[in-house]
């Protein structure tokens, strides 16, 4: 798809970078080193990452999270993310989006976590526009009042983090790597899991979603398309990602002080 020239009288630039298949390690470490060592605004689409992996939220607690044993013995990585959030199981039937922006990108946008997301919404609105019912709920994005897309950030002094993960697809026995979480949205009424999520496939190809949020992203910015090698020629500003693999030690330990569940559920993702 063509991408606009920037210089859009009156649309603040956005660098637009595309992947596909990019391990979600990388993408988290890219988008870590953007939003901390940039001053540009950047939007990443990474059409699917390399192998399942589960990824946490910067406070996120694996006892409370995660079956560890069935994590273990299958060796799923696990990543604790630099953003907030909750718990996600990723894999190559998931779609990541994700928005680097200075504070002052978006006039009149309050750089707090509500705005953010309510922006993000209205945006998403123009993508899904006509189908399947979509609503932001409680930091969900849903159709109707099933999840597929699950939302995290990160706000620092001069400039803020918006990514999703969305759920074109998923393999229901890698689910059950993840616990029920202790909270869970209001609006999800106790349903199981499989009456909680819902998979993008149904609603639209996965192609179109991707055009249509370019189409989207354009209406608010001035679109310069980059290739992943420009980044590379950024200054390179010294810089250590905090966002890490957990050790198979760590799991362990972690494995001690988990409580037997049965439950199994998907909650707010990347």
């Not at 939302?151 to 059950?176: G, P």
């Not at 090698?229 to 198979?248: C, Y």
């Amino acid at each position: 798809m063509a991408v606009p020239q920037a210089g859009k009288l009156g649309h603040p630039l956005m660098n637009l970078v595309r992947f596909k298949g990019l391990p979600i390690l990388k993408q988290l470490h890219l988008e870590e080193r953007l939003l901390r060592t940039s001053s540009d605004n950047w939007c990443i689409i990474n059409d699917g990452t390399n192998q399942p992996t589960i990824v946490m939220g910067v406070s996120g607690k694996p006892a409370e999270l995660l079956e560890i044993e069935s994590v273990l013995c299958d060796q799923i990585p696990v990543i604790r993310r630099f953003t907030g959030g909750g718990t996600v199981l990723v894999d190559p039937g998931t779609v990541f989006v994700s928005f680097i922006c200075n504070k002052d990108t978006v006039p009149g946008l309050q750089p707090y976590p509500r705005p953010i997301m309510s922006w993000s919404g209205q945006l998403y609105n123009k993508v899904f526009q006509g189908i399947g019912d979509f609503n932001l709920r409680e930091n969900d994005y849903v159709f109707g009042n099933r999840k597929f897309g699950g939302n995290a950030q990160s706000i620092t002094k001069t400039r803020w983090i918006h990514h999703t993960s969305f759920l074109w697809d998923y393999e229901v026995k890698t689910m059950a790597y993840l616990k029920l979480p202790a909270r869970a949205p209001e609006y999800r009424l106790a349903r199981s899991h499989l009456e909680f999520i819902c998979r993008m496939k149904d609603y639209m190809p996965r192609s179109t979603f991707i055009d249509k949020t370019e189409e989207a992203i354009d209406t608010h910015f001035s679109l310069r398309s980059r290739e992943s090698e420009d980044i590379e020629t950024l200054p390179n500003i010294q810089f250590s990602p905090s966002t890490r693999p957990l050790t198979k030690r760590e799991l362990e330990a972690a494995a001690l002080a988990s409580p037997s569940e049965g439950a199994f559920s998907h909650s707010s993702s990347l």
